[in-house]
Every structure is written in structure tokens, then in C-alpha cells.
């Protein structure tokens, strides 16, 4: 794993819960902590000046964080690379996956 760059910004935007099951509504629960989790929609402005883009942070919070948009980031941003193979060789899919312990409030 490794983090984003402390030049980066990565600004909360809007939150929804993670659902196991989206029929039932039921909520993915975190398995280190026992607290549900958050997709948080933030966006990252890369240090290098390249264009900002839209990104998923998971969260694990007792309740739904409450935050000002813009004005709210992550403690300890965490993004790691995914990929789920495909029966018979392949992948099917790949990317990458950003977490965070918490939401923190950010000046201006």
C-alpha cells in the first residue's frame, strides 16, 4: 500500500452508505472495526497539475459523517491497486482502491 502524496488534495464531496444489497439496503459492515461502512465521493486534484478527478474513499463511521463539502478530507487516505480474474485466465477487472480511517475537517 502507499499514500497519496501530501501536495495532493483529495476534498469530501458527498456520502452515501456502502450496501451489501442494494434490493434489502442492507449496509456492508467493516471487518476490523464492526462499524459500518461509507462510499465518500471526493475529488483529487493531482500535484502534478493534472485534470482533478472523482474518487470513492470508503469510511468506517458509526453513523453518516457529517461533513461541509469541499471542505472536509480523509485521516490516513490509504490507496491500494484491485483486480478480479476472469474464469479461464484474464482479468475481468482492475483498478484501484482508496480507504480512510475518518473524515477531517480542512481549512479553506
Known amino acids: 500500500m502507499f499514500r497519496?502524496?501530501?501536495d495532493e488534495e483529495v476534498r469530501a464531496?458527498?456520502?452515501?452508505?456502502?450496501?451489501v444489497n442494494i434490493q434489502t439496503g442492507e449496509q456492508k459492515i467493516d471487518r476490523d472495526t464492526s462499524l459500518p461502512l461509507w462510499t465518500v465521493t471526493a475529488?483529487?486534484?493531482?500535484?502534478d497539475g493534472s485534470r482533478p478527478k472523482l474518487?470513492?474513499?470508503?469510511?468506517?463511521?458509526?453513523?453518516e459523517p457529517d461533513f461541509t463539502?469541499?471542505?472536509a478530507g480523509f485521516?490516513?487516505?490509504?490507496?491500494?491497486?484491485?483486480?478480479i480474474k476472469r474464469d479461464g485466465g484474464g482479468?475481468?477487472?482492475a483498478g484501484l482502491w482508496f480507504r480512510a480511517a475518518s473524515l477531517i475537517e480542512l481549512e479553506g
Open 4 to 6: 497519496i502524496h501530501p
Open 13 to 19: 464531496l458527498s456520502v452515501e452508505p456502502k450496501l
Open 43 to 47: 475529488l483529487h486534484q493531482p500535484s
Open 55 to 63: 474518487v470513492k474513499v470508503t469510511v468506517p463511521s458509526k453513523s
Open 69 to 71: 463539502p469541499m471542505f
Open 75 to 83: 485521516d490516513r487516505l490509504e490507496v491500494d491497486e484491485y483486480s
Open 91 to 93: 482479468l475481468s477487472n
